[in-house]
T-cell receptor
Framework: KAGVTQTPRYLIKTRGQQVTLSCSPI?????VSWYQQTPGQGLQFLFE???????NKGNFPGRFSGRQFSNSRSEMNVSTLELGDSALYLC?????????????FGPGTRLTVT | GQQVMQIPQYQHVQEGEDFTTYCNSS?????IQWYKQRPGGHPVFLIQ?????EVKKQKRLTFQFGEAKKNSSLHITATQTTDVGTYFC????????????FGKGTRLSVIA
């Protein structure tokens, strides 16, 4: 079974631009979560989707948005990029959302904002 | 909101020594999960604990969930160089719709 895939793997953008990251979950997984990872901050939760519905949202500004499609694929968008948005963005899929449910992470998208 | 604290932030050990990382939540958890992230890699699921006082073992790794379901620990016996990486705990609160909150992780270095 193929793992979680994320595209692109690396991205360089300039301040003020916007970016869209994509995540394809493991086949059959209906829940997708997004995390931002920066040195010293660990994994900070961005969003959690299940069956095209956003179930939870982390404490990030409105510039960060996401969505999930009917095939469970998910995208996240960051508008008006800032230098502090430079990070590894990880997507994780699981069979269901809520109690239980181990998460399978993708390789991440490394975003650099200059 | 729910917070998960993890200590220590870094740990350097000689190969063969034991290692323990501790995880504490500000709220009661329904379950706790542990992940390992190798340098340059992505987090990989290790285990999930659900019951109060639960202890699970995976070879040299022992995982515990506290009686109050607010803390957890991971203990590695006789570390090896393959244990190098960052270990994260992650917990969900008890209420129906809460996200999985990760601790900041403990980075383990093993000196051969």
């Amino acid at each position: 079974k193929a793992g979680v895939t994320q595209t692109p793997r690396y991205l360089i953008k300039t301040r003020g631009q916007q970016v869209t990251l994509s995540c394809s979950p493991i086949s059959g997984h209906r829940s997708v979560s997004w995390y931002q990872q920066t040195p010293g901050q660990g994994l900070q939760f961005l969003f959690e989707y299940f069956s095209e519905t956003q179930r939870n949202k982390g404490n990030f500004p409105g510039r960060f948005s996401g969505r999930q499609f009917s095939n469970s694929r998910s995208e996240m968008n960051v508008s008006t990029l800032e230098l502090g948005d430079s990070a590894l963005y990880l997507c994780a899929s699981s069979l269901w959302v809520g109690q239980g449910g181990e998460q399978y992470f993708g390789p991440g998208t490394r975003l650099t904002v200059t | 909101g729910q917070q998960v604290m993890q200590i220590p932030q870094y740990q350097h050990v000689q190969e063969g020594e034991d290692f323990t990382t501790y995880c504490n939540s500000s709220t009661t958890l329904s379950n706790i999960q542990w992940y390992k992230q190798r340098p340059g890699g992505h987090p990989v699921f290790l285990i999930q604990l659900v019951k109060s006082g639960e202890v699970k073992k995976q070879k040299r790794l022992t995982f515990q969930f506290g009686e109050a379901k607010k803390n957890s620990s991971l203990h590695i016996t006789a570390t090896q160089t393959t244990d190098v990486g960052t270990y994260f705990c992650a917990g969900r609160g008890n209420s129906g719709n809460t996200p999985l909150v990760f601790g900041k992780g403990t980075r383990l270095s093993v000196i051969a």
